[in-house]
């Protein structure tokens, strides 16, 4: 019953308002060799996206003229190949480059390792906190702040010395790590003053929805109070309309709500280049409906994707969602680092 229920409010929240099938879908599909992220050669436990330029493969491009390469830096010479691509392109084609950027450390991502994956998993994750940290709606730490704001001044290097475009359009999860996470990257760099940073928020940009208090977001007026310059979605709720105690989303259910999300930007917004502020579980489930290969991001890095969206007529592959499963939970508090808590068993 939650999925249609669920289902139901995910199309309402798309930019045509009904539930009706468009005439069109949209597929997405990732355009090889500009980034090292998307080789299956590069080790994402390793790769250092700040030390390798983003991951910004240096090479040539058709759209080279012959003395671009002493006069233009390699992101330059991107912006152009982009701007060629979508020249070229047929109508229904179009490029885009998405910056898809991971939140910074969250007091519940200090409370999983603090308790081991088992024992958070099975029961503390469903509680707000243990008395002395918070973890419900999760803030940012200390650390988290601080991987923040290296994001920043890595931007800051990329605008004025690599003279990269920045995004025109910057996009978050209501989750307030990541509404922390975005604003305290993006304000007060030098963007143009055509495209500032007033970022829109969008519901289906927030993590899986599992039974973990991590993963319910505030009332809208409670955000707006903090984060006053930052814009809603249309139809954003006051209440968080889909968190459930002790239900937990699916990962193909997530994964059509973040199509959803996905065709929403790009129905509704022109911009080439796009940051999309969000939560290791959500990029994991973006970069399946973009077709990426999996690439797991550690607490505030940020992944570039070059984008092919296409628009095919008629209705589509039927948007498959699946129930919400209730998730297992322990009736005694576990002890830290309880591996035999694996499956929640141990405690019921
Ligand atoms: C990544 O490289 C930068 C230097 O470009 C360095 O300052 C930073 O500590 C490195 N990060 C990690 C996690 O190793
Ligand atoms: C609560 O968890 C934090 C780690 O997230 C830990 O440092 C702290 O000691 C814990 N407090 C209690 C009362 O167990």
């Known amino acids: ?43 994402a436990a390793t790769f250092n996206f700040t030390a390798a330029n983003f991951g910004l493969i240096a090479r040539d491009y058709p759209s080279d003229a012959p003395h671009d390469k002493t006069k233009k830096t390699q992101w330059q010479r991107l912006a152009q190949h982009i701007k060629t691509l979508n020249k070229h392109a047929p109508k229904a084609e ?12 969250g007091y519940h ?27 419900a709606d999760a803030k940012l730490t200390t ?21 990269i475009t920045p995004p025109q359009s910057f996009y978050t999860s209501p989750l307030w790590r990541c509404l922390d996470t975005a604003r305290l990257t993006f304000t007060g760099l030098a963007l143009p003053p055509h ?29 707006h109070a903090a984060f006053p310059t930052f814009r809603f979605e249309r139809n954003f709720a006051e209440t968080d309309p889909y968190w459930r105690a002790l239900f937990a989303e699916q990962p193909q259910t997530q994964d059509v709500r973040s199509k959803v999300a996905l065709d929403d ?31 797991r991001l550690a607490t505030g890095a940020s992944l570039p994707v070059l984008v092919k969206v296409t628009a095919m007529w008629g209705e589509g592959p039927p948007a498959r969602t699946v129930p919400a499963k209730a998730q297992r939970t322990c009736a005694v508090p576990p002890t830290i680092r309880d591996s035999s808590c694996n499956d929640c068993l141990c405690c019921l």
């Open 1 to 43: 019953m939650i999925t249609s229920t669920l289902l139901y409010g995910l199309l309402a929240l798309s930019s045509t308002g009904a539930a009706k099938p468009r005439p069109t879908y949209t597929t997405y599909s990732v355009v090889p060799g500009i980034f090292q992220q998307d080789d299956p050669a590069t080790d």
């Open 94 to 105: 179009r490029y885009a480059l998405l910056f898809l950027g991971r939140h910074g450390e």
């Open 109 to 135: 991502n200090a409370a999983e390792s603090y308790l081991g994956t088992p024992a958070w998993n099975c029961y503390w994750s469903e509680l707000d906190g243990n008395g002395t940290h918070t973890w």
């Open 143 to 163: 650390q988290g702040v601080a991987q923040a704001l290296l994001v920043k001044s890595f931007w800051a290097h990329l605008l004025k010395t690599e003279k």
């Open 195 to 223: 495209a500032p940073f007033t970022p829109i928020i969008k519901e289906n940009f927030r993590e899986g929805i599992s039974a973990h208090t991590c993963d319910r977001r505030r009332p809208r007026s409670a955000i």
């Open 265 to 295: 930007v790009f129905a509704t917004d022109r911009s080439t280049v796009l940051s999309v502020t969000s939560h290791s579980g959500e990029i994991a489930s973006l970069l399946r409906v973009l077709g990426h290969r999996e690439f």
